[in-house]
């Protein structure tokens, strides 16, 4: 159990900062992404559009994070042929498997 000690003046940091109040809907919503998220994770393969053999893009991170978990991954990047010995296809019509997710690899700012 986490006791929260009394600060000076005798109040707890719970009483002087009091956790948001999370509405039904709020709720509703988080518990509808994580159901989401958990299908989408519970796809068995991947193409990763804009895979890249740069170690600090995410297109590279994506990539091995998901061959490292035992997932079945397409890159996808015209420039490449192989990434990491994996074959890469240089768009997603060119992938024999047609029943796949896909991530882009990048990510906006």
Same mark, same amino acid.
């Given at each position: 159990? $986490?006791?929260?000690? !009394?600060?000076?003046?005798?109040?707890?940091?719970?009483? @002087?900062?009091?956790?948001?109040?999370?509405?039904?809907?709020? #709720? %509703?919503? #988080?518990? *509808?992404?994580?159901? $989401?998220?958990?299908?989408?994770?519970?796809?068995? @393969?991947? *193409?990763?559009?804009?895979? +890249?053999?740069? +170690?600090?893009? /995410?297109?590279?991170?994506?990539?091995?994070? %998901?061959?490292? @978990?035992?997932? #079945?991954?397409? !890159?996808?990047? !015209? &420039? %490449?042929?192989? $990434? #990491?010995? +994996? &074959?890469? /296809? !240089?768009? $997603?019509?060119?992938?024999?498997?047609? =029943? %796949?997710?896909?991530? =882009?690899?990048? &990510? /906006?700012?």
């Amino acid at each position: 159990m $986490l006791r929260v000690a !009394p600060a000076a003046g005798g109040q707890s940091a719970a009483k @002087r900062h009091p956790a948001p109040q999370v509405s039904a809907a709020e #709720e %509703l919503e #988080e518990d *509808a992404m994580q159901d $989401l998220i958990k299908e989408f994770m519970a796809q068995k @393969r991947f *193409a990763i559009v804009g895979a +890249t053999d740069d +170690t600090k893009k /995410y297109g590279h991170q994506i990539f091995k994070n %998901l061959k490292s @978990r035992g997932y #079945e991954v397409y !890159p996808v990047n !015209p &420039r %490449l042929k192989k $990434l #990491e010995g +994996t &074959r890469c /296809y !240089p768009s $997603l019509a060119d992938i024999p498997v047609k =029943q %796949l997710s896909w991530h =882009q690899g990048y &990510r /906006y700012y």
